[in-house]
């Protein structure tokens, strides 16, 4: 079975700050790790991807994150947190082989403060 | 249109009634997933479809429960004999590919929020 874990609901930055939202998740085969943002009165998007590729990816907005498989864990950051980053964030995983079926984390809201 | 459209935007019912939720996928789009979300949770799979047939129904949670996609492209989901606990977000998304190799993007829609009093 898989699972994701979101630690911390609620994270709180100033704008200008190291964006760090944490995501450990299990596995039993290789697992596919998606980040998704969702805007107040909007639908989810998506901030990026990591498909077996580089470990190291880019998103939108200037958000990366790196898929660790020795610490089960795909956590998301931004260099410097804009006040526009403020939303809901959801880390997620599938399998390879029915990739359509996406499990979601709990998610973490982040605050941003001027 | 440009996104995945649903309608209604809010749904408030009493226990025991019967609601149908519409999700209008982005054109060509030949997947279309329902997942609900419940207050302080993420989105729970339940249902995807592969053009008009529902290939993966696993999420659903009970014969209450039910989708249709015709035509292959507008779904309704339908929920008969409403309880409190059904209460939540329900969120449709649509893709263009489902393929191992090309990761299909899912595009959500803003959802549809059910409150069953």
Known sequence: AQSVTQLGSHVSVSEGALVLLRCNYSSSVPPYLFWYVQYPNQ????????????????????????????????????????????????????????????????GTRLLVRP | GAGVSQTPSNKVTEKGKYVELRCDPISGHTALY??????????????????TGAADDSGLPNDRFFAVRPEGSVST???????????????????????????GELFFGEGSRLTVL
């Open chain 1, 43 to 106: 639908g989810l998007q998506l901030l990026l991807k990591y498909t077996s590729a580089a470990t190291l990816v880019k998103g939108i907005n200037g958000f990366e994150a790196e898929f660790k498989k020795s610490e089960t864990s795909f956590h998301l950051t931004k260099p410097s947190a804009h006040m526009s980053d403020a939303a809901e964030y959801f880390c997620a995983v599938t399998r390879m082989d029915s990739s359509y079926k996406l499990i979601f984390g709990s």
């Open chain 2, 77 to 103: 989901l339908k929920i008969q004999r409403t309880e409190r606990g059904d209460s939540a977000v329900y969120l449709c998304a649509s893709s263009l590919s489902t393929s191992q190799r090309d990761t």
């Open chain 2, 34 to 51: 329902w997942y609900r979300q419940s207050l302080g949770q993420g989105p729970e799979f339940l249902i995807y479809f592969q053009g």
